[in-house]
Structures are given as structure tokens and as C-alpha cells.
């Protein structure tokens, strides 16, 4: 999210979580919200309809959560940050260059046997 913003102070995600009832997908969904408050080191305001909304600190802790299914309203001060993380910076690339450090010798070894 952050490389589509990189100059975002904070980050905002509104969801229709009602299709999921209650199930463990707007769990999930409040995990995943936390990966990317962590990623991007920003605070996270997540709204949904059903539940399960919250205010995640920039360390993806919970600053303010919501029961699932029940009405509530969350209160809190969140801080507008700048500057970016490796993650921010890089994305993937070190994930990517890791899996190719990885797979050379594999890749060594059929040159090899293909030459010899």
C-alpha cells in the first residue's frame, strides 16, 4: 500500500466483513491489516461493519479493538509519520534475491551435467 503512497502519514482500510459472519475471515483480515501498519511503520485505522475494527500501532500492536458482531466505537490519537522501511524501500527484492541465492547451486549442478 505504501509504495502506491509513499508520502501517506497513515494508513486507512474499510471493509464489509458481514459476508464472513462469525468466522475466522475477519481475523485474518485484522492480521493481515497488522502486516501492513508493520510494513509500512504507519498507524492503521481499520472500520468495518461487523466488528473486528481497530486502531494498529505502527509496531502492529492494538492500540484499540473491537468485538466482532457488536456495535462500538473505538477512540484514540495516532501520530502521522513519514520515511519508509527497507520493506517500504525494497518490497520483495530481498525475498527474491534469497530464492535465487538459493536455487543456484541447483542450477550450477545441471549446467554441469548437461556439459559433462
Excluded: C
Excluded at 509513499?6 to 491489516?33: C, K, M, R, T
Amino acid at each position: 500500500m505504501i509504495l502506491a503512497l509513499p508520502e501517506a502519514a497513515y494508513l486507512i482500510n474499510v471493509s464489509n466483513d458481514a459476508w464472513f459472519g462469525d468466522s475466522l475471515a475477519p481475523h485474518q483480515h485484522l492480521q493481515i491489516a497488522r502486516m501492513r501498519a508493520l510494513e509500512s511503520s504507519r498507524y492503521l485505522l481499520r472500520s468495518t461493519n461487523t466488528g473486528v475494527s481497530a486502531i494498529i500501532a505502527p509496531n502492529g500492536k492494538l492500540a484499540a479493538i473491537s468485538p466482532l458482531l457488536e456495535e462500538d466505537v473505538l477512540q484514540g490519537e495516532i501520530v502521522p509519520l513519514s520515511g519508509q522501511t527497507p520493506y517500504a524501500r525494497s518490497g520483495n527484492l530481498v525475498i527474491l534475491l534469497l530464492l535465487l541465492m538459493s536455487l543456484a547451486p541447483a542450477l550450477v549442478q545441471l549446467v554441469r551435467q548437461r556439459r559433462g
